[in-house]
Structure formats: C-alpha cells, structure tokens
C-alpha cells in the first residue's frame, strides 16, 4: 500500500497518542474529521496500523530493569530460537539486525536480579551462541 505524506504525518500522531480525538487529529492534520477517520479506517483495513497499545507511566517504567540484548546465533536457528523468545514475557520487542549480532531483544524486569536470570535463560536456548546486554539508563524520547 502507497502511503501519503498526510498519512504519515497521521501516523506520527497516533503514535504519540492513539486516543487522540478524531477532531483534534484533524485540526492538527488541516483535515475534516471525515477524511481523518476515513484514513484511519483505511490503514486499519490495509494492515498498516495492525493494533493500539498501552503506554505505562514514565515513573513506572524508570523503576524497572530495561536492556538491549544483542544475541549471535549459530547457523540456522533463528526459527526456533525466535520462537523460544517470544513466550518470555519479558521480552518486549525482538529486532532481526545485520551486524555482528542477529538478533537484539528489548527485555523489562523489575530488577537486576530479575534481568541476570532472564539474560542467563535467553544464553541457554538451544542456538544461542553468545549474548551481550546494555542496561538502558533514560530514554530521551519515545514515538
């Protein structure tokens, strides 16, 4: 599907809030609250906007535990190691990367402890090779 620059201007606002009122959205855009809901209706349909998510509270999310961890793969296990990631709760978001890693996994804990025992189990599935985890201190902005 062909997005617009309008579409994408839409798109950059309900990531930064996706219960914006269709009527401030559209102030926002220039737009009627017709032609904005009728977009979003479209790129809901199309796939391109495949959900809504919750945001927690900043305070929330600075008291935990959050780290990239960069994982290398032995050859042809990226199936079942994904697989494996994607039933830890605490594993957010998993990125495919080119680079000296193959995999860079987002994970949240409610503390250190927490996060050594989910980067020990992540290096024990079966075609880990090896990982290396980066605390993450503050998050400057978000999208």
Same mark, same amino acid.
């Given at each position: 599907?062909?997005?617009?620059?309008?579409?994408? &201007?839409?798109?950059?606002?309900? %990531? $930064?809030?996706? !219960?914006?009122?269709?009527?401030?959205?559209? /102030? /926002?855009?220039?737009?009627? !609250?017709?032609?904005? =809901?009728?977009?979003?209706?479209r790129l809901? =349909?199309?796939? *391109?906007?495949?959900? @809504?998510?919750?945001?927690?509270?900043?305070?929330? $999310?600075?008291?935990?535990?959050?780290? #990239?961890?960069?994982?290398t793969l032995?050859?042809? =296990?990226?199936?079942? +190691? +994904?697989?494996?990631? =994607?039933?830890? #709760?605490?594993? %957010?978001? &998993? @990125?495919? *990367?080119?680079?000296?890693h193959d995999?860079?996994? &987002?994970?949240?804990?409610?503390? *250190?402890? $927490?996060?050594? +025992?989910?980067?020990? !189990?992540?290096?024990?599935?079966?075609? *880990?090779?090896?990982?290396?985890?980066?605390?993450?201190?503050?998050?400057?902005?978000? %999208?």
């Amino acid at each position: 599907m062909r997005i617009s620059p309008a579409d994408e &201007l839409l798109l950059s606002i309900l %990531r $930064e809030d996706a !219960r914006a009122a269709t009527a401030d959205i559209a /102030r /926002r855009l220039g737009l009627s !609250r017709t032609t904005v =809901q009728n977009r979003i209706t479209r790129l809901e =349909q199309s796939g *391109v906007i495949r959900g @809504y998510t919750v945001r927690v509270e900043d305070e929330l $999310e600075r008291s935990r535990i959050r780290a #990239h961890i960069m994982i290398t793969l032995r050859p042809k =296990q990226m199936t079942a +190691v +994904v697989k494996a990631l =994607q039933a830890m #709760h605490e594993v %957010r978001v &998993l @990125y495919s *990367v080119s680079g000296g890693h193959d995999l860079i996994a &987002l994970a949240v804990t409610a503390n *250190v402890g $927490e996060m050594d +025992v989910l980067t020990d !189990r992540i290096g024990a599935i079966d075609g *880990v090779e090896r990982t290396n985890s980066s605390i993450i201190l503050s998050t400057k902005f978000e %999208r």
